[in-house]
């Protein structure tokens, strides 16, 4: 899946500790990869690539690191070739639906209008679909199903709009073809001259293919399309085609469907679909954290460390919340579950042993390190054990040992870094 090989790519970039040319164009070699086994468009893909080599030549760092800010440019410049939010009108109005033979237009038909009932609007169903007898009973039931009124024709001449209500959303489902030959062009300007639809959506099936941008281009070309729905994004890997090729023409992708049923139909909001995409749901706030989290990294390279501050730290990472979306995006992706959770309660008992310790303990940590009998009455009066007394006491010997060494050599400063971020450490 497109998400999947995103996911995997933004975990490597996070996880390597230094980010040279040579990796930076490998990664991106990889985005295009990803993007181009998702059916996206060659062009697309390619002008893409080029938008986040020049940004990352360009754009200031504003308080992010490299690896940060290349993550978030993939983010911002995916959104773009996605779109944007669909705000849809909710007023009374006439939608037309288009598309080829079973990319799903009866079926979203039904879903839009349950989704603009929903929303307190009255709507009706309206089959102009008059090559098979059966596309009308489909849509008939539908409309039974979801109590809304039906409205069907025996032929194109006996249809006429202004006999349809006023005051409805009317939602208009026409028949499909194997290709959008001449015979459906002519069908579709005839029908789009008598229903003057306020909007034209047409309806592409997420497996479609390389074959979208054409399709798209041609339907566009016949009447204006007004916007792309994305259907069967539930069942398909490749939806990136069908996604980006609403853009190529200058229209919004308004809704995707997700399933066979009527609820399944979701208003298009391309900054939601990238996060869902990354693995993100929160990918702006998580950023705010992740920055968060490296200047407690600075803060700590400068303090004196001893219980006191590692109890600080302790506290601002347990802070940050939900440690596993913190650390994936430090690129900690390999780290299980269990050591995280067990990361956590750890991280509680410690805190309560920091808490049993006399203030002059706290700042002097050789206090405790030798003498047994301060870290017995610490584990009693903090209602733990010996053993964990010394667990923190070799944690804290542990950070020691690595600070002390960043301390003398500059350049292992980036590697502690990378060290956190493999997720060796574990806070
Ligand atoms: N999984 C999944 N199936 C869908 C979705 N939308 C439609 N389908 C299924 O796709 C098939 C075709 O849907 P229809 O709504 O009949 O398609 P159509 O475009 O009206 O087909 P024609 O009128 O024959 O051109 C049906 O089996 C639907 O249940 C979706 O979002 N997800
Ligand atoms: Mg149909």
Redesign the pocket.
Known sequence: MLGDSLRKLIGQITGKSYLDEASIEAFIKELQRALLMADVNVRVVFDLCARVRDRLKRDELKGYTKKEMFVKIIYDELILIFGEKYEPTLEPRKILVL?????????????MAHFYKSKGLGAALICL?F??PA?RE?LSQLAEKIHCKFYTYNSPSDFLAASLPKSEVLIF?T???NALDSALIDELKRIDAKVQADEKFL?V??DIGQAVKKQTEEFDKAVNVTGVIV?????SAKGGGALTSAKTVNVPITF?????KIE??ELFDAKKYTSRLLGFPDFEGLMEKVKQLELKEADLLEEKLNFRTFQQQMREARKLGPLKNVLGMMGAHDVPDTILSKGEDKMKQFDVIINSMTKEERENPELLKQDRNRMLRIARGSGTSEEVVRELVGEFNKMEKMLSKIMKNKNLRKQFEGMLKGGKFQI
């Open positions: 598309g080829l033979y079973g990319s799903g237009k009866t079926t979203t038909c039904a879903k679909d090559d098979r596309a489909q489902d028949a499909g073809r309806v099936s997420a259907t069967k994004l539930d069942g995707v469907g997700t399933g066979e399944e139909l």
